[in-house]
């Protein structure tokens, strides 16, 4: 089961009114400062939330509350729903090789440049990457839903355009290798 645990950052009354109700909290919760923070060891098998009254910089997944909500419920249901954005946020990113892929937006990002793809393009990237040495045959049947018999260059193609695109924009000539075992991610 994928834990959750919200980290007060900095908000007193916040942690008592939730430490008071705790045992029928569906998530943990953990009081921090500036010093605890950076203390704190984050599972990459766990779903974080910093609340705090401000932005704290270099934290991601935070929920900033100015006020706390009128209602108990509001605050947990306001907590809960960030939960699960976070969940879906995290899901969507996939690292390959020294890129970022965000299947949501279909960008491929390194050093804050993000790159467009088509959905064709991702899901070739994401197969090659968890495949390894993949042949033209396995791209026809598991990534087009062709027979492996067809004879066609779709696939030699969209390598080609995929390698131009990745070479022209971020200058990576080794993208997608290809040797005699199949095409792998470089």
Known sequence: MNSKI????????LFEILDEIKEILNFKIIK???NDYK???????VNYLTISKKKIENINNDLILKDIPTSLEKLLETININFLKNKFSNQSNVIIGKYSLDLN?????FKGKCL???ERETSLIIFINEKMNVTVKDLQKNVWDYSPNLETHTVETHIYRLRKKMKDFFGDDNFILNTNNGYSIG
């Not at 203390?39 to 098998?45: E, L, S, V, Y």
């Open 39 to 45: 203390n704190i060891k984050f599972d990459p098998k």
């Open 6 to 13: 919200l980290i007060i950052h900095e908000y007193k009354i």
């Open 32 to 34: 921090s400062d500036k």
């Open 116 to 118: 467009d793809l088509t």
């Open 105 to 109: 937006s279909r960008k491929i990002i």
